[in-house]
Structure formats: structure tokens, C-alpha cells
């Protein structure tokens, strides 16, 4: 497993990356609870996510074990990135790797029998609270968000890992909307992207 200063991480196989989703109100009530509980969050970067699916699957179909790609641009970085959602659409098994050169990654992943779906750009600070790390993202057409997530190990409940991640959350005490879908999913159904 590696992590990235964004938060996100890379797991080899057996490891599942857990994660609880929240619709934030108050952009300063939230900073003002991290802050108090000792979680500094990072300056912004600039994530530009292009979600692709496999061949065959469609939205409203479940996302349940079908595996979607991601090619991700942060500082000029370039990341290829697989998840097969297991429990629900947000503990997968993942994982993940840098690529050279985003063009030539896109058409392999669409030669690999994938088709872009969703494009997601958000401006991402990360920070660890409790141990756990959290990004809070402000998503272009969809809005802020704020994520926790950690990783489980193989045989584990995802959803028993979410329902302790969701007492962290409910523990700062900000007004805060669980959510259950993914950005792509989130950006999709969002009117300013159609």
C-alpha cells in the first residue's frame, strides 16, 4: 500500500479502500471543527478526473463487482487508477499507478473494453483525523464535499468500516449530508453538466 499526499491510496490485492461521503453547509463551520480537533488541512490542488466504464454497464445499473477506471492529472502527474466496488459503490478494492503520458493511457484504457463516462474536476486539501485521512473537495458542478476514508484488510465489512467512519464524521459536529454516490455519479446528475 502507498499513500499520495492527496490521501488517496494504492492497495495491493486483499486491502479495500473504505470510504463515507458528506454534502458540506458551511465551509467555515467545517475548517473551524477540524482545526479544533488538530487536523490541518493541505493547500488545494487541481484534480482532473476522467471516470470511464466498462463496456456494457450504464448508469442505474449497480456498480457492485464492475471495475471502472480513472485517469487523474494533479501537478502534472498522471495517475491510472482501477476500483471494483465490493460492499457498495465506495468500498472497493483498488489500485493504482503513475502513467507517463495521459493521451496514450486514455486510448489503451479504451482499448482495454472501457468508454469514458463522466469528467470530474475538483480543487481537493487533505488532512489526517484520528488516523483517519479526509479530503474536503470543492467539485465543479456538484459542490463541497467532504470524504473519510481508511483501509480495510481482506474478510473485512466495508460497511462495518463506514459505520465507524460516519461516527468520526457525526463526532465534529458540523451539519453534514451523507451521500452514497460517487462524484462521477454525483457530477452526471448535476443539471449545470448536461
Not at 472501457?114 to 479526509?134: E, M, N, S, W
Not at 456538484?142 to 465489512?157: K, N, P, T
Not at 460516519?166 to 460517487?182: C, E, I
Amino acid at each position: 500500500m502507498t499513500g499520495d499526499a492527496a490521501g488517496e491510496f494504492s492497495v495491493a490485492g486483499g486491502v479495500q479502500e473504505v470510504e463515507v461521503k458528506y454534502q458540506v453547509d458551511s465551509l467555515a463551520d467545517l475548517e473551524h471543527a477540524l482545526a479544533a480537533r488538530g487536523a490541518v488541512l493541505s493547500p488545494p490542488v487541481k484534480q482532473d478526473d476522467q471516470a470511464f466504464a466498462q463496456d456494457g454497464w450504464t448508469y442505474g445499473q449497480s456498480k457492485i463487482g464492475v471495475t471502472f477506471a480513472r485517469l487523474r492529472t494533479e501537478d502534472e502527474r498522471h495517475l491510472f487508477t482501477v476500483k471494483t466496488p465490493i460492499d457498495n459503490a465506495m468500498a472497493c478494492l483498488e489500485h493504482e499507478t503513475e502513467v507517463a503520458d495521459r493521451t496514450q493511457m486514455h486510448q489503451a484504457i479504451i482499448m482495454m473494453g472501457f468508454y469514458p463516462t463522466v469528467r470530474i474536476v475538483k480543487r481537493r486539501r487533505t488532512a489526517i483525523l484520528d488516523g483517519v485521512a479526509l479530503c474536503v473537495d470543492e467539485v465543479e458542478h456538484a459542490g463541497l464535499f467532504v470524504e473519510f476514508e481508511r483501509l480495510v484488510a481482506d474478510g473485512a465489512s466495508g460497511t462495518a468500516a463506514q459505520r465507524e467512519l460516519d461516527q468520526l464524521a457525526r463526532s465534529l459536529g458540523v451539519q453534514l449530508r451523507q451521500v452514497s454516490d460517487t462524484y462521477d455519479s454525483l457530477v452526471r446528475a448535476a443539471p449545470a453538466s448536461t
